[in-house]
């Protein structure tokens, strides 16, 4: 089972593709996590929009993709998939994974500054992720922006 809303969210340091360390804890703010391995197709439907929201709200919430695929693997698909938000490598012993109970790919975890589960999302879910955009410019102070305007995407798609 993954972490609830109400849980505490643990502490991890990962580094990204380019070896830079990230830390949970000392990340302040509000932290968007997004568990997925490269070759999992409901991820690759999932990690543009997350992009998106990154473009929208990234000012107002730190967005970490957390990769369970060694560091090549990351960066090549970050590149295809044009993404710019920082890519953290859970390679090869999963250990933020682990400690976050990720079962299905992709789980998304909202993170309060305070360290507690805000919001999660297991597969890809739409209704979910319009939530979570509302989520997100609610903290931000933006406006809500509508991720999926002009593109066929299904309401589930199992991960």
């Given at each position: ?14 580094q ?11 990340a ?6 997004i ?9 690759q ?38 993404l ?21 790919v ?27 955009t ?26």
């Amino acid at each position: 089972m993954p972490l609830k809303v109400g849980d505490l969210a643990g502490d991890f340091e990962l580094q990204d593709y380019d070896g830079n360390f990230y830390s949970l804890s000392l990340a302040e703010g509000y932290k968007l996590l997004i568990f997925y391995k490269t070759t999992c197709p409901t991820c690759q439907l999932t990690l543009p929009f997350m992009e998106k929201l990154h473009r929208l709200y990234g000012g107002s919430v730190r967005i970490w993709g957390v990769v369970q695929d060694p560091p090549q693997e990351a960066q090549g698909f970050a590149k295809k998939y044009g993404l710019s938000f920082p890519q953290l490598i859970d390679y090869p012993d999963y250990p933020a994974s682990v400690d976050y109970h990720v079962e299905v790919v992709p789980t998304l975890y909202l993170i309060s500054p305070e360290g507690k589960v805000e919001f999660v999302s297991q597969s890809f879910v739409r209704a979910e992720i319009e939530r979570l955009t509302q989520m997100l410019a609610s903290i931000s102070g933006l406006a809500y922006e509508d991720i999926f305007a002009g593109s066929s995407v299904p309401a589930f798609k199992p991960g």
